[in-house]
């Protein structure tokens, strides 16, 4: 069964509005992950977290904030959505260390800013 | 400003042709660059790793090459299938940078049969 999950699947948000995007690992994972993918861009970071408690800031955090409660859960909230953050935002969640470096991806929400 | 790069940004092979695709980086402490594939509507997902300890790593008909020297490392698919069609992330990741990798835009193959 898939190790990484997120929900919603797909989202429409109105402009202004509050949107949490979910994600849930079942690897054990320290390290979490949030991208948005546009094409253009590839994949690009938007923060991170190190274990249940701490999150960090990625190449794009401006109008987003994390969540990390817990080693399974990492949230992405965005307080005052606009439409320049429709995207596909993927989360990931991974080991660093010797061979341990793979990043393991859920299935990515389709969010809609109107 | 861009810390990896990839080119070119789409590519069309006929079957059985090798395939190359192109990467750059920036950052003189990276140390550790994956390539990532991602077939359409579905999720990224590890392909092939190095790291600088050597300058190429084969997997059955996926082989990089690396030189660190002019920090350029390739991608090269051997007798290139229709089911290698997808979108190839390059990606790096060094002690600078923390747990966390930078990729490249993409690059886009599709291979013709």
């Known amino acids: 069964e898939a190790a990484v999950t997120q929900s919603p699947r797909n989202k429409v948000a109105v402009t202004g509005g509050k949107v949490t995007l979910s994600c849930n690992q079942t690897n054990n994972h320290n390290n979490m992950y949030w991208y948005r993918q546009d094409t253009g861009h590839g994949l690009r970071l938007i923060h991170y977290?190190?274990?249940?408690?701490?999150?960090e800031k990625g190449d794009i955090p401006d109008g987003y904030k994390a969540s990390r409660p817990s080693q399974e859960n990492f949230s992405l909230i965005l307080e005052l959505a606009t439409p320049s953050q429709t995207s596909v935002y993927f989360c990931a969640s991974g080991d660093w260390g010797a061979n341990q470096d793979t990043q393991y991806f859920g299935p990515g929400t389709r969010l809609l800013v109107l | 400003q861009q810390q990896v790069r990839q080119s070119p940004q789409s590519l069309t092979v006929w079957e059985g042709e090798t395939a190359i695709l192109n990467c750059s980086y920036e950052d003189s402490t990276f140390d550790y660059f994956p390539w990532y594939w991602q077939f359409p509507r579905e999720s990224p997902a590890l392909l092939i790793a190095?790291?600088?300890?050597?300058n190429k790593k084969e997997d059955g008909r996926f082989t990089i090459f690396f030189n660190k020297r002019e920090k350029k490392l390739s991608l090269h698919i051997t007798d290139s299938q229709p089911g290698d069609s997808a979108t190839y992330f390059c990606a790096a990741s060094g002690d600078s940078a923390g747990n966390k990798l930078t990729f490249g835009i993409g690059t886009r193959v599709l291979v013709r049969p």
């Open positions: 977290s190190y274990g249940a408690g701490s999150t």
């Open positions: 190095i790291r600088p300890v050597s």
